[in-house]
């Protein structure tokens, strides 16, 4: 098996970065023409933006739009031909934002190329 690289994992988050700062970007752009909308209300939108972009993504996909731009996968370790639920795929994304690069940087350790909130939800990355 062909597991990813820890550079095309880091190009696959730092597109989907992007794509967030875009679409946050996007939404507060298309607010500001609604004077009366409250601050609460676009701190929400970016909030849900930024939550469920990776969660909902990795589990009706299998990929977010950055790993699919690097031709990558996410799936149960267990059974690399289905994805994540919603709630695995929800806590696996929960660990990667509280763990951050120290996560991802352990990728380089493990013989699956597995980051942390990886190896804690059963998950792999794999090339498609």
């Known amino acids: 098996m062909d597991y990813p690289v820890l550079l095309d994992r880091v190009k696959a988050v730092f597109i989907d970065f992007v794509i967030i700062l875009i679409l946050m970007s996007f939404f507060a752009y298309f607010l500001s023409f609604f004077s009366e909308v409250d601050d609460r209300v676009k701190m929400f939108i970016s909030i849900v933006i930024f939550g469920l972009y990776d969660p909902v993504q990795t589990a009706f996909l299998g990929a977010t739009l950055g790993q699919n731009i690097m ?13 994540l639920n919603i709630i695995t795929a ?5 660990l990667k934002a509280l763990l ?4 991802l940087l352990t990728v380089t350790s493990d013989n699956k190329k597995r980051a942390l909130h990886d190896q804690f939800v059963g998950s792999i990355v794999l090339y498609k």
């Open 71 to 83: 031709r990558l996968k996410v799936r149960k370790e267990e059974d690399e031909s289905k994805k």
């Open 90 to 94: 929800l806590f696996r994304f929960v």
């Open 100 to 103: 951050g690069w120290v996560s």
